[in-house]
Structures are given as C-alpha cells and as structure tokens.
Nanobody, 118 residues
Framework: QVQLVESEGGLVQPGGSLRLSCAAS????????MGWYRQAPGNERELVAT???????NYANSVKGRFTVSRDDAKNTVYLQMNNLKPEDAAVYFC????????????WGQGTQVTVSS
C-alpha cells in the first residue's frame, strides 16, 4: 500500500498563487504518473495536471499557462504551482499516483481544499 499525504490548501484571492505538494510513502515499480485532480461541488472529478516518470506532462486546457506540475523522485513528491488563480479553480484537489501504460495500482491522497475568493 502507498500513502499519499497532501499539503494544506488555503484561501487565495483571484489572481493569487498557491503551491500544493504531495508526498508518497514510496514509489511503484515501472513507469508511473503523479498528478492532480480536482472536484468542485456538483461537478465530476477532473484532471488538472499529471507528470510521468520521464517528465512528460499533461494539463487540462483550463489551466495551461497558469499551473505547473513537477516532481522530485528522490522525495517521491509531486508539486502543483498554481498562478493567476480564478474563482473557477476553487475545488478539493486530490493527489494521484498510478501505473502508466499498463494495468497497475492507483492511489489517491486525502484531498485538500483550495478556495479562491475576494
């Protein structure tokens, strides 16, 4: 089993910035992806950004140019730098770790609340 521990979110004004982190208790064998999903009330959980073992990134169109995902494999940690936050970004953000390109494990963090409001 893998435990994913997310940093606390917070309250940010529109246009502000926030960085999230997620540390995994261990990695998984083979290529994998670490990243972030979010869910707002009444909405389905949606992909925000992911980064694969080799560094390939994938972003939702709504966050391209504003968010940056990165990972530190020595620490089994993934980060999400969020800039120019908008009210539409408010949601619970979930960290994810999964095997890539094959059947394999999929682990989720506990979720952290990000609020964007004046």
């Amino acid at each position: 089993q893998v435990q994913l521990v997310e940093s606390e979110g917070g309250l940010v004004q529109p246009g502000g910035s926030l960085r999230l982190s997620c540390a995994a208790s261990r990695t998984i064998n083979g290529v994998n992806a670490m990243g972030w999903y979010r869910q707002a009330p009444g909405n389905e959980r949606e992909l925000v950004a992911t980064i694969a073992t080799g560094g390939y990134t994938n972003y939702a169109n709504s966050v391209k140019g504003r968010f940056t995902v990165s990972r530190d494999d020595a620490k089994n940690t993934v980060y999400l730098q969020m800039n120019n936050l908008k009210p539409e970004d408010a949601a619970v953000y979930f960290c994810d770790l999964r095997a890539l390109g094959r059947p394999g494990p999929n682990y989720w963090g506990q979720g952290t609340q990000v609020t964007v409001s004046s």
